[in-house]
């Protein structure tokens, strides 16, 4: 500890009951349960949904109790482009996947480009085509685990110059971490054993290669990653065509692995990399963390804050100093599992003397929340600060539990900002706005 204690309050403006509640504009009902979502960064007006399905006569059907018993269990998957278009929803296309997708997130590289985490072990990288006919088209499947093992979360890096761009940060279902750079073969993989449960999600802090990550153990856990190569090929020129890279069982019939003749140079020096935990707390929170939101404090020396969720219904923010203890600066009751955290476009001020960011929530069987989140300090970020959470928004049409919801840039700055948001069971697809909140 160090400094003053900060002042924790948990939602000054307003409670969570008397926070405005926001109907929906558009609602479909998929084919398939959804599991994650992601708009694209190219067109604001386009997003993907991941899908999940369990053909099992367990109860427990959906995504957190998956873990178990893979081998007695058939997931089967797929990724749906949907356009957005003058209040209208547009189905673009349907592609299925070797099985079920658990998350998905766009290369902040090349940024049509896009990685699916899978319940087999699998890691898919897909391209989004904007031709005349929008479509989705595989690029490469890493077998990179056990089929028993889901891939639960993945991340890039946004750094090109600190790791390779084709490189991916995975959560396991067996607890461990894993760095991946799907151009290359098993061998190539390095893991971290951080939980003794589900690693539900993992992140890259601000800084420097080091990963956080929460597990159903009710751990937040900082790992290192010693050594990076730092020389590579563009994504573009790696994968010029389709290719699958084999690291594991053989691949879905319906998927060409590439020939052993294939004498093209996709060759890409190995990188030597070593994990290690630095520091874990298991006191933080009540329940399994399972969300994770790495947070730069500007003109600060800090390594920065994290926003944090957990299945104790919470969110939280956390000063992760290296060497001392982690301590909570502020947390707000949401009323359900926090499964998901964004950052929402915009509205992000780091004034003198106030920091504020605003953040979209998943909350299970609570439904989707926007929440600012704000930070009176001195001159030193964590001495004698205030931290104050307002929820803006929530949405309670949906009828099952919100596992995935994302934003649009489109009109961020002047209009809003256009949510799509979904729940599991119900197999629902919700679009809906905030553009009638103004900053408080």
């Given at each position: 500890?160090?400094?003053?204690?900060?002042?924790?309050?948990?939602?000054?403006?307003?409670?969570?009951?008397?926070?405005?509640?926001?109907?929906?504009?558009?609602?479909?009902?998929?084919?398939?349960?959804?599991?994650?979502?992601?708009?694209?960064?190219?067109?604001?007006?386009?997003?993907?949904?991941?899908?999940?399905?369990?053909?099992?006569?367990?109860?427990?059907?959906?995504?957190?109790?998956?873990?178990?018993?893979?081998?007695?269990?058939?997931?089967?998957?797929?990724?749906?482009?949907?356009?957005?278009?003058?209040?209208?929803?547009?189905?673009?296309?349907?592609?299925?996947?070797?099985?079920?997708?658990?998350?998905?997130?766009?290369?902040?590289?090349?940024?049509?480009?896009?990685?699916?985490?899978?319940?087999?072990?699998?890691?898919?990288?897909?391209?989004?085509?904007?031709?005349?006919?929008?479509?989705?088209?595989?690029?490469?499947?890493?077998?990179?685990?056990?089929?028993?093992?889901?891939?639960?979360?993945?991340?890039?890096?946004?750094?090109?110059?600190?790791?390779?761009?084709?490189?991916?940060?995975?959560?396991?279902?067996?607890?461990?971490?894993?760095?991946?750079?799907?151009?290359?073969?098993?061998?190539?993989?390095?893991?971290?054993?951080?939980?003794?449960?589900?690693?539900?999600?993992?992140?890259?802090?601000?800084?420097?290669?080091?990963?956080?990550?929460?597990?159903?153990?009710?751990?937040?856990?900082?790992?290192?990653?010693?050594?990076?190569?730092?020389?590579?090929?563009?994504?573009?020129?790696?994968?010029?065509?389709?290719?699958?890279?084999?690291?594991?069982?053989?691949?879905?019939?319906?998927?060409?692995?590439?020939?052993?003749?294939?004498?093209?140079?996709?060759?890409?020096a190995k990188t030597s990399v070593m994990m290690d935990i630095m520091?874990?707390?298991?006191?933080?929170?009540?329940?399994?963390?399972?969300?994770?939101?790495?947070?730069?404090?500007?003109?600060?020396?800090?390594?920065?804050?994290?926003?944090?969720?957990?299945?104790?219904?919470?969110?939280?923010?956390?000063?992760?100093?290296?060497?001392?203890?982690?301590?909570?600066?502020?947390?707000?009751?949401?009323?359900?599992?926090?499964?998901?955290?964004?950052?929402?476009?915009?509205?992000?001020?780091?004034?003198?003397?106030?920091?504020?960011?605003?953040?979209?929530?998943?909350?299970?069987?609570?439904?989707?929340?926007?929440?600012?989140?704000?930070?009176?300090?001195?001159?030193?970020?964590?001495?004698?600060?205030?931290?104050?959470?307002?929820?803006?928004?929530?949405?309670?049409?949906?009828?099952?539990?919100?596992?995935?919801?994302?934003?649009?840039?489109?009109?961020?700055?002047?209009?809003?900002?256009?949510?799509?948001?979904?729940?599991?069971?119900?197999?629902?697809?919700?679009?809906?706005?905030?553009?009638?909140?103004?900053?408080?």
């Amino acid at each position: 500890m160090h400094g003053m204690s900060p002042s924790i309050i948990q939602n000054p403006n307003n409670d969570l009951s008397s926070a405005p509640i926001v109907g929906s504009i558009i609602t479909a009902i998929l084919n398939a349960s959804p599991s994650c979502i992601e708009f694209s960064p190219l067109d604001p007006n386009i997003f993907v949904v991941g899908t999940y399905e369990l053909d099992t006569t367990t109860a427990e059907t959906d995504i957190e109790h998956e873990s178990g018993n893979a081998q007695t269990q058939s997931r089967s998957g797929s990724l749906v482009l949907f356009r957005l278009q003058e209040d209208r929803l547009h189905l673009l296309r349907t592609v299925s996947t070797c099985s079920a997708v658990l998350d998905l997130h766009f290369s902040p590289h090349v940024e049509h480009i896009f990685a699916i985490a899978t319940s087999t072990g699998a890691i898919e990288v897909y391209r989004l085509d904007f031709g005349e006919t929008a479509r989705i088209e595989l690029l490469t499947q890493l077998q990179a685990f056990d089929p028993t093992v889901l891939v639960l979360s993945l991340a890039w890096h946004s750094s090109e110059t600190l790791v390779k761009p084709a490189t991916l940060a995975v959560s396991l279902s067996d607890g461990r971490l894993a760095i991946v750079d799907y151009t290359q073969d098993q061998e190539s993989i390095q893991y971290v054993k951080a939980h003794t449960l589900e690693a539900w999600t993992v992140s890259w802090s601000w800084r420097e290669n080091n990963l956080w990550s929460g597990g159903d153990d009710s751990k937040l856990s900082l790992s290192s990653m010693k050594t990076v190569a730092k020389e590579y090929k563009s994504l573009e020129k790696l994968m010029p065509r389709p290719k699958v890279r084999m690291a594991g069982p053989e691949l879905p019939s319906h998927i060409a692995e590439e020939s052993s003749d294939d004498k093209s140079d996709h060759s890409i020096a190995k990188t030597s990399v070593m994990m290690d935990i630095m520091q874990s707390d298991t006191k933080l929170h009540s329940a399994g963390v399972t969300a994770i939101l790495p947070i730069q404090l500007a003109n600060s020396e800090s390594t920065g804050i994290l926003f944090t969720g957990s299945y104790d219904e919470y969110m939280r923010v956390i000063e992760p100093i290296q060497g001392k203890r982690w301590r909570i600066l502020g947390e707000l009751h949401l009323g359900g599992g926090v499964w998901r955290l964004k950052l929402m476009p915009a509205n992000h001020k780091c004034d003198a003397g106030v920091w504020r960011w605003r953040v979209l929530a998943s909350c299970m069987h609570a439904g989707s929340k926007v929440i600012d989140v704000t930070c009176h300090h001195s001159s030193k970020p964590y001495e004698d600060s205030r931290w104050s959470f307002n929820v803006l928004a929530k949405f309670e049409e949906h009828e099952s539990m919100n596992y995935a919801s994302d934003c649009s840039a489109l009109g961020a700055d002047e209009k809003g900002v256009t949510i799509a948001s979904t729940s599991f069971y119900d197999k629902r697809l919700c679009i809906w706005s905030i553009s009638d909140i103004q900053d408080p």
